[in-house]
């Protein structure tokens, strides 16, 4: 691998036409913008602000950016902050997964076209931080991981609440008839409260925790609340270290190594960790060339208990992560099965930095050692079976024990549109034992929504049933719980087996065996098979590339010409 290291102060980096009048067009402007060549020597570290009135997760952005452009300041560095595409999870449609890719492109390209020596890439919403590690991975300069941090809890009607684990838990027993439509408009004022992220382990605080273990963010930055001075001055120290970064070049890919990412997929089972993780940690290896697949994450969760008590597997929320030490504390904790040689962005190995980090205290209760893990192993389960041949995924940590060994007579629906409109409807022949399943939710049937997660027929929820088995191409929330299984690969959009099974087929779900099949004859289904339309692909635009390029969940999700080269295949490789 050739790593083109930035050299010296990047406004000197041109790489067309007339160089010398390039240089001096460049220096016209900014001097017209009120920059001297004091500043312009100084090593410039540019800053992605992913502020939007659409994306409420980031409405503490502009004070963060604040502290982080003081420490590149304070380091003698010229801070320069630039605007990317916002990716607000709650306000974006069909999917914001629809836009993880092209935010990852936008990132990509303007770092490298833009003349800076490093970049601090602030993020927070779920899908904003995956798209910024890809886009890293690719980096010719330094780039360090930058999050908004989680929100604060709040109470509602005395019961601590927040984002939105209990969004969803309430919304269920509005659905059932046990909370009002007054009470339920009281809660929607309650649950998200001041600025951050979803305060659970949902995606958002996930990938935070990701990007730290990876390396790529400093110790301690996936959990400070977002209103925290502890969040300003990591702020602080991350815009420090930047100029430090660009005076002695670390690049992404030397940090995302095979090793970065084992201690990952740890920490992913630890913590009960989102299953969005674990296409978006596929997606970013693959743009790393690390050679991650998914088998490894049911490996790995095997041998790796539960340790973290957060919702949505656990109790708490990110406040209390936090206040117990963090991330840090938690690799503590895993210290005997993580690889103590990785270096990050931090400057020294992971085995020297825990060296002075102190056990999980007594006095908390959020961060369990492994010799009293919280849970048994296995948080996180890849299956596979003649329902999904390229694997499938379940947090077995957020599901019914009862459910994860199940047969059960399918009810199918098309759509999550299909699902909405029926699933309530007294005519749908469907039971506490149905499975049910839903379709053309992959990534190239609609984006791979957040859809796999379908509620309990209100009916049933009415009776006291508060989980089935669900099995779809589709994402479920971080935040979520159920036994849901998850990125049925291939998805029924480019004609994979779960598009072939109709209303009564059983199907059968065995986590013990790692099983998800369908059980009807291959002769049947060759019937079926013969009888699939065609998917169909939108016109123009970003939605047609997409739909285009974009590879199974097994493999990240990812426009497949994206991938490091080795992990492109010949087809893309030039001559
Ligand atoms: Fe933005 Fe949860 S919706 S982090
Ligand atoms: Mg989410």
Known sequence: M????????????????????????????????????????????????????????????????????????????????????????????????????????????????????????????DKTVPAQLMAAASSSVPVLIEVTG???????????????????????????????????????????????TCMVMGTASTMATMAETLGMMLPGGATPPSPTGDRLRHGVRTGRRAVELAREPVLPREVLTPDAFHNALRVLAAVGGSTNAIVHLLAISRRAGAGVTLQDFDDIARETPLLVDLKPSGRGYMEDLHRAGGVPVLLRALRPLLRLEHRGLAGRSLGDLLDEVPDPAPWQSTIRSLDDPLGPPGALAVVSGSLAPQGAVIKVSAATGSLLQHTGPAVVFDSPEDAAQRLDDPGTNVTADSVLVLRNAGPVGAGMPEAGSLPIPRRLAAEGVTDMVRVSDARMSGTSYGTVVLHCSPESAVGGPLGLVRDGDLVRLDVEQRRIDLLVDEAELARRRADQPAPEVPARGWRRLYAETVTQAHLGADLDFMAHDEDRGDALQPE
Request: hydrophobic fraction near 40%; glycine fraction near 12%.
């Open 2 to 125: 050739t790593t083109n290291k930035p050299t010296g102060a990047a406004r000197g980096m041109t790489a067309y036409g007339d160089v010398g009048f390039s240089r001096f067009l460049r220096g016209a402007f900014l001097s017209g913008a009120g920059f001297d060549s004091d500043d312009l020597d100084r090593p410039i570290v540019g800053i992605a602000d992913l502020t939007s009135d659409f994306n409420p997760c980031h409405r503490g952005m502009p004070g963060l950016i604040d502290s982080i452009k003081r420490g590149v300041a304070e380091a003698g560095g010229l801070p320069m902050v630039f605007p990317t595409m916002s990716l607000g999870e709650t306000l974006l449609s069909p999917t914001s997964m629809l836009f993880r890719n092209l935010l990852a492109m936008e990132t990509e390209e303007l770092v490298r076209a833009q003349p800076m020596d490093a970049a601090v890439l602030v993020g927070g919403c």
């Open 150 to 196: 989680p929100m604060l809890t709040n109470t509602f009607e005395g019961e601590r609440v927040g984002a939105c684990t209990d969004c969803r838990r309430l919304w269920g027993k509005f659905r059932s008839g046990e909370m009002d439509e007054q009470r339920i408009r009281e809660a929607e004022g309650a649950l998200a409260t001041t600025s951050g």
